[in-house]
C-alpha cells in the first residue's frame, strides 16, 4: 500500500493534446488493491473542480487511499493527497499531501512559481526549479490526454520535495483485460529511471491503459521481492 501513491508516477506518453480531455469535473476512478491476490484496501482519484493557481487555470485533483479489514489492523494507511494540474499542459502547480501509513505520518506542501523557477516547500523554504514538474498524478491526467505509440520512450522531470527526479516510461505492447466494468484493449506501460524501477524497492511495475476514448487505468501491477501489488479499476462515476 505504501507503494500506492507512487504507483501512479507511471503512465505518460508524448503526442498531440487532444483539444477536449477525456474526463470531466466530478469523475471518480474507484480502485481495489490486492497483495499476493489478498484484499488490503481501496484507492480512489477524482477531479473535483476548476481552479486559478498563479493566474493559470487548473485542475484540482484529489488521490485518497486506506486500507481495509485485516490489513488495516496491521498497518493502517489513510493517505489523501491533492494537486493542481495545469489546464492544458497537465504539468504540476501545487501539491499537498497528508501521509499515514502505520507509525509514520506527514504533512507537506509544494507549490511551483514557473515564472520565477521556483518550488516552495511548506510555504517556507524556497529551490531552484528549471523545469516544469510532472508529479506521478498529473502525468496520470496528460496520459489520458495522447495517443500512446508502441516502443517509444520519453523524459520527464519530477520534484517530490526533497530531490529532483528524471523518469522515464515506455509503451511494452498490448494486451486484452478483463475487469469489473468489462473488457478492455490495453496498451502496458513501463516507468523506469536510470534503467531501474521508480519503486524504492526496484520492484517491476506495469500500467495497463485502455485503448478506449477515456483512455482509463484498467490494471496498474507491481511485482516485488516479496509478492505483488495489484490496483484494479472497479468503478467510473
Known amino acids: 500500500m505504501k507503494s500506492i501513491r507512487k504507483i501512479i508516477i507511471f503512465i505518460f506518453l508524448i503526442s498531440a493534446v487532444k483539444p477536449n480531455p477525456p474526463f470531466n469535473i466530478n469523475e471518480r476512478l474507484e480502485f481495489s488493491v490486492n497483495f499476493n491476490s489478498i484484499p488490503v484496501g481501496k484507492a480512489e482519484l477524482n477531479v473535483n473542480s476548476q481552479e486559478?493557481?498563479?493566474?493559470?487555470?487548473?485542475y484540482l485533483v484529489s488521490f485518497l487511499a486506506n486500507t481495509e479489514g485485516l490489513a488495516d489492523r496491521l498497518f493502517k494507511i489513510r493517505d489523501s493527497i491533492q494537486l493542481w494540474i495545469d489546464e492544458k499542459e497537465f504539468y504540476t502547480h501545487k501539491v499537498n499531501k497528508i501521509i499515514n501509513e502505520g507509525l509514520y505520518k506527514k504533512k507537506s506542501k509544494i507549490t511551483f512559481n514557473y515564472d520565477e523557477s521556483i518550488a516552495v516547500i511548506n510555504d517556507i523554504e524556497?529551490?531552484?526549479?528549471?523545469?516544469?514538474?510532472?508529479?506521478p498524478?498529473?502525468?496520470?491526467?496528460?496520459?489520458?490526454?495522447?495517443?500512446?505509440?508502441?516502443?517509444?520512450?520519453?523524459?520527464?522531470d519530477y520534484f517530490n520535495g526533497e530531490?529532483?527526479?528524471?523518469?522515464?516510461?515506455?509503451?511494452?505492447?498490448?494486451?486484452?483485460i478483463k475487469s469489473k466494468i468489462g473488457t478492455f484493449n490495453c496498451y502496458i506501460v513501463k516507468p523506469f529511471h536510470q534503467g531501474k524501477s521508480l519503486l524504492k524497492n526496484e520492484g517491476d511495475m506495469k500500467i495497463w491503459i485502455s485503448d478506449s476514448e477515456k483512455r482509463l487505468p484498467i490494471r496498474i501491477q507491481i511485482k516485488m521481492k516479496f509478492g505483488s501489488m495489484k490496483l484494479d479499476l472497479i468503478s467510473i462515476n
Open 52 to 58: 486559478l493557481i498563479n493566474n493559470k487555470q487548473t
Open 163 to 176: 530531490k529532483k527526479i528524471k523518469y522515464k516510461l515506455i509503451v511494452s505492447g498490448k494486451e486484452e
Open 137 to 156: 498524478f498529473s502525468m496520470f491526467y496528460y496520459l489520458r490526454t495522447i495517443s500512446l505509440i508502441n516502443e517509444n520512450i520519453l523524459s520527464f
Open 126 to 135: 524556497k529551490i531552484k526549479l528549471p523545469f516544469k514538474s510532472w508529479d
